[in-house]
Nanobody
Framework: QVMLVESGGGLVQAEGSLRLSCAAS????????MAWFRQAPGKERDFVAA????????HYTASVKGRFTISRDNAKNTVYLQMNSLKPEDTAVYYC?????????????????WGQGTQVTVSS
């Protein structure tokens, strides 16, 4: 029903920046909660950031606050994750997510739709 396609991942040096994009189809991004999760090898999928339907409120996990910014372009039906001051510990597969719930969740088990993931590797 909802298709999410991530892009923008790659290899970057520590302290560098990347911008991930998530192009959505099937639903407008303003009609769902949009979020980013990430999963490092051997670890669980963890919440990174979310933006509410209104676009007014954003939420971040503590480790990325001040470095990452989630944003949305309604005209392009696309959500972005601007990642600055990247650290090697940010290395993971990053997944775009869409949720029809009324409240933001940090639990990946509650997410309705997932993108295919894009690899982000930060070297020292």
């Amino acid at each position: 029903q909802v298709m999410l396609v991530e892009s923008g991942g790659g290899l970057v040096q520590a302290e560098g920046s990347l911008r991930l994009s998530c192009a959505a189809s099937g639903r407008t991004v303003s009609s769902v909660i949009m979020a980013w999760f990430r999963q490092a090898p051997g670890k669980e999928r963890d919440f990174v950031a979310a933006i509410t339907r209104s676009g007014v409120s954003t939420h971040y996990t503590a480790s990325v606050k001040g470095r990452f910014t989630i944003s949305r372009d309604n005209a392009k039906n696309t959500v972005y994750l601007q990642m600055n001051s990247l650290k090697p510990e940010d290395t993971a597969v990053y997944y775009c997510a869409a949720d029809t719930a009324s409240l933001v969740t940090t639990d990946p088990r509650r997410v309705d739709y997932w993108g295919q993931g894009t690899q982000v590797t930060v070297s020292s």
